[in-house]
T-cell receptor, first 115, second 115 residues
């Protein structure tokens, strides 16, 4: 089956610094990638949708200057949390689609802790 | 716009008992329907999906779900659960006509299987 990886799986950073999370599709070309945020005991909140070579489309209420998304190739998308603060601490999950609207594969998630 | 309601936030059940996790959705357009499972600190794994055709859908790990258009429901069932089924379960929908494939998730149901 299709495999999506995320790196790192866990990251701790100091307040005010930036952190980059990578999402890779390992065995298929991902024309679309999605970034979600999940709070403890809560559902997944879609942050943005990115198509390879295009600017990401952000959901309402998500700061695009704070959460920078790049989808430079068909196998890699990155999420950079800029000037992170403790309230940005969360579980970030990416998913990737090869173009079929109902086939979306999820990465294992990245636990971000901002101290 | 679509919305998903999972009627039970927590479902405790004994091992080998049957279980039903309820999901209702609201949408003005036709949708695809999905059930995902999330184990602690992991990403999401697709259990099953309804695209079209037979309203009874069989998935992995012995789970099945039935699409009921008149009741706008997509309840998940398993006739006999195992300890290893303990996890968070998410129901999701996506707009058939939205080629972007955005998923709208329910709040999640925590299934706890006790010996």
């Amino acid at each position: 089956g299709a495999v999506v990886s995320q790196h790192p799986s866990r990251v701790i950073c100091k307040s005010g610094t930036s952190v980059k999370i990578e999402c890779r599709s390992l065995d298929f070309q991902a024309t679309t990638m999605f970034w979600y945020r999940q709070f403890p005991k809560k559902s997944l909140m879609l942050m943005a949708t990115s198509n390879e070579g295009s600017k990401a489309t952000y959901e309402q209420g998500v700061e695009k200057d704070k959460f920078l998304i790049n989808h430079a190739s068909l196998t890699l998308s990155t999420l950079t949390v800029t000037s992170a603060h403790p309230e940005d601490s969360s579980f970030y999950i990416c998913s990737a689609s090869g173009g079929t609207v109902y086939e979306q594969y999820f990465g294992p998630g990245t636990r971000l802790t901002v101290t | 716009a679509q919305s998903v309601t999972q009627l039970d936030s927590q479902v405790p059940v004994f091992e080998e008992a049957p279980v039903e996790l309820r999901c209702n959705y609201s949408s003005s357009v036709s949708v695809y329907l999905f059930w995902y499972v999330q184990y602690p600190n992991q990403g999401l794994q697709l259990l099953l999906k309804y695209l079209s055709g037979s309203t009874l859908v069989k998935g992995i790990n012995g789970f099945e779900a039935e699409f009921n258009k008149s009741q706008t429901s997509f309840h998940l069932r398993k006739p006999s659960v195992h300890i290893s089924d303990t996890a968070e379960y998410f129901c999701a929908v996506s707009d058939r006509n939205n080629q972007g494939g955005k998923l709208i998730f329910g709040q999640g149901t925590e299934l706890s299987v006790k010996p």
